[in-house]
């Protein structure tokens, strides 16, 4: 079986409203309260999102997102009502695309989920129409496979950093303001500075020889982020 949307949180009432109110908005979802019923749904299942809590009674949400992306790369939303900068960094760097603190708003949280679904599920007929294998200095970008290839190690994209780096590829030596990746990488006003910063930071730790002084990546202080041709 194949829902759009599995949602892993401890909490039973907040995961069956919410997983209620986006089927009745016409988003399938399903919703687990523990890190062993989630690994079991999905050796039986797929989905195209994961909304992930931190605390999961005595499970990890930050060990389980480990676990998830050794074998999937869809997007993964984490929803606490943890909201230092500390655990948003790090749910950022150990791969979730997207962190939203409770109590969230059931309609934003909604509209974020449909514009990731829809990047998500489109992504593969928009990377056909792409050039499969782009150079970037030593790093060879492959988009059919969503990877980059640097000193003999394979790196895998994720989700929002493949969307975010064809966004850079087509846009080459142009700013692009923050406000533009918001509008037209996420397709929505509510994402933080601090989001789009880790995936910047890292796709140059992927592409870039010396991440602390980026060739092809350039910040534009006070405006946004540049990708300049090498030539």
């Known amino acids: ?6 949602m892993i949180d401890d909490e ?3 995961a069956e409203y919410t997983a209620k109110y986006f089927n009745i908005s016409g988003v399938r979802t399903e919703y687990v309260l523990n890190a062993e019923d989630a690994h079991e749904f999905l050796r039986e299942n797929t989905c195209s999102l994961i909304l992930l809590d931190i605390n999961l ?4 949400g930050f060990d389980l997102c480990r676990e998830i992306r050794n074998t999937m790369n869809v997007p993964i939303f984490f929803i606490s009502a943890r909201s230092s900068e500390d655990d948003m960094l790090l749910a950022l760097g150990i791969g979730g695309d997207d962190y939203i603190c409770k109590p969230y708003s059931l309609g934003v949280l909604l509209a974020k989920v449909k514009a990731a679904l829809k990047r998500y599920e489109e992504s593969g007929a928009k990377s056909s129409a ?3 294998m782009i150079k970037l200095g030593n790093a060879s970008v492959d988009l059919k496979k969503a ?3 640097k000193g003999g190690k394979t790196f895998p994209l994720k ?3 493949y969307k975010l780096l064809v966004y850079l590829l087509s846009n080459k030596n142009r700013v692009i303001a923050k406000n533009e990746f918001f509008e037209k990488v996420w397709e929505t006003d509510y994402v933080s500075e601090v989001t789009l910063n880790v995936h910047i930071r890292h796709l140059r730790e992927k592409i870039e020889d010396d991440p602390s002084r980026p060739c092809f990546i350039k910040t534009v202080w006070g405006v946004g982020f540049m990708l300049e041709d090498e030539a």
């Open 1 to 6: 079986m194949h829902t759009s949307v599995l």
């Open 12 to 14: 039973p009432e907040l």
């Open 57 to 60: 009674g005595t499970d990890s």
């Open 130 to 132: 792409e050039e499969d």
């Open 147 to 149: 990877s980059v290839t």
């Open 159 to 161: 989700a929002m950093e």
